[in-house]
């Protein structure tokens, strides 16, 4: 099972976004029959099958074994990974192409959508994919961001002229900054 299955086209994005099918390929994270899914979700091993038909024509599912149950021979599905990530160009952009500024929600998103697509391109059976990921929180006061953001921007700046040459791995480096809503408790 893989960790993540990046889904870019219309109709896995159709088969998967049906609650029931959803409720379905939850059940199959472990190996299952329909039968035995049908019992967790008190439905009927027909309408189970058709939903994990569905699912694995999609190749959202796979069947991983048969066993013979009375006879007759039953099969095992199981999920194809653990959690499967929807491509924003699914949905298109919707109206014109405007120049973004770099302090924009729209250029963030933007740049969101091409990380993303990078990400799901990379090679997963490669033995290794050099790469990090830092997450943290940084507060700063109002009357300081400008000087914060320009203290950044000249941080990377230097980072890009230091190791920007033409020798070795090319990386890609993005570096976000938003305004995160505090949880209200």
């Known amino acids: 099972m893989r960790e993540v299955l990046y889904l870019d086209q219309i109709e896995q994005a159709e088969t998967l976004l049906k609650p029931q099918r959803i409720e ?8 299952r029959s329909c039968t035995e899914v049908a019992i967790r979700l008190d439905q009927t091993p027909q309408r189970v099958y058709y939903h994990v038909k569905r699912l694995v024509d999609a190749g959202l599912a796979t069947l991983v074994s048969e ?8 099969g095992v599905y199981q999920a194809t990974a653990r959690s499967y990530w929807l491509s924003p160009r699914l949905v298109g952009k919707v109206g014109l192409a405007r120049p973004r500024d770099e302090l924009s929600l729209g250029y963030l998103l933007d740049l969101m959508e091409d ?11 490669a033995p290794e994919l050099p790469s990090i990921g830092v997450s ?34 090319a990386f890609k480096l993005v570096v976000a900054c938003y305004p995160k809503e505090e949880p209200h408790g």
């Open 24 to 31: 379905v390929l939850r059940q199959l994270a472990e190996p």
């Open 67 to 74: 066993r013979r149950v009375r006879g007759i021979a039953e």
């Open 115 to 125: 990380v993303q697509a990078d990400i799901a391109a990379l090679d997963r059976t």
């Open 136 to 169: 943290g929180a940084i507060r700063v006061e109002p009357e300081r961001r400008q000087e914060f953001l320009a203290d950044l921007q000249n941080t990377l700046r230097e980072l890009f002229t230091r190791y920007g040459g033409a020798e070795g791995d």
